[in-house]
Every structure is written in structure tokens, then in C-alpha cells.
């Protein structure tokens, strides 16, 4: 009988460890205080020598508001007119269970003369599948006072 339980034992133990050495690791970055939606503000995620620190930002958003479906915000604000505001880039991320890889990229939108940028946009992604965004956020005042700021969302799950 105890021949029969360690052999049991052994089996599963056997059965556990290739099971256990595939399994996906936690993303890397700041998870999301709700499961669907992001917090509302962003992480800095880079080292920047930018002197200037023109931007504000209001929303640095994603959230899955249904099945199958990402959506995005970014809203920034500045104290005095910026000759451009806005991102140089946008980028969706998806954790593929080993680190972040690039599943969709805009390239620049900015606001001309202005105080305030806002852009949205929605992405079709897997569900049960975690993403966030990353954008290079920007502001110029003059072609040599600029504010530059890299920046990261906590990730979510696609519904």
C-alpha cells in the first residue's frame, strides 16, 4: 500500500514540474487598481533631461469596455500656448507571458497653439489577455523649450 502511494505521489510530482516551468509570469509594470480599466493617471517611465516641465497630464487612460475590445485616452494640458502639444507616439502593448511586445503603434497627433490635446482610439485584442499603453508625450514651446516625457499606463485584461 505505501509502495502504491509513493508511486502515486511520484507521478504527480512528475506531472507538476513541466506544468509549473511553462507557466506565464505576472506582467512586469504597475497593475491596474480595477481589472478593466486603468488608472486614470500614467507612470514616467524615462529618463528625460528636458529642463522644461510644460505638461499636465489630465488622462493617460486604457480600459476594455466590451468583449474583444480596447480603448484609449490621453488628455494633457499645459499653463501657457505650446506651439505643439501632444504625442510622438502611441503604442498598444500586450504581456505575451515572457515581457511587453508592440501590437499597434500611431505615430505623432499633436495640437498647434494650443493649451489643451485630447485623443482617443479603440484596438480589437484578445480576451483574458493583459495590455496597456506606452507614448512618448510632448510639448514645445520653442524649437529649444520642449518638455518631453515617456510614459506607461498600468495594464488591464481585455474582457
Known sequence: MLKRILTLALSLLLCAVPLAAHAEAAPEGVPSSSLFVSDRFAVESGDTDDPYNYITIKKFQISSPSTELLSFTVELSTSETMAKLGFKS????????TSWEDCWTTGAHYA?????????NTYSAYSGESYRIYAVLYAEKTSTQYDRKPTTSSYILCR
Open 90 to 97: 502611441l503604442t498598444v502593448q500586450h504581456w505575451n507571458g
Open 112 to 120: 498647434y497653439s494650443d493649451t489643451e490635446f485630447s485623443y482617443s
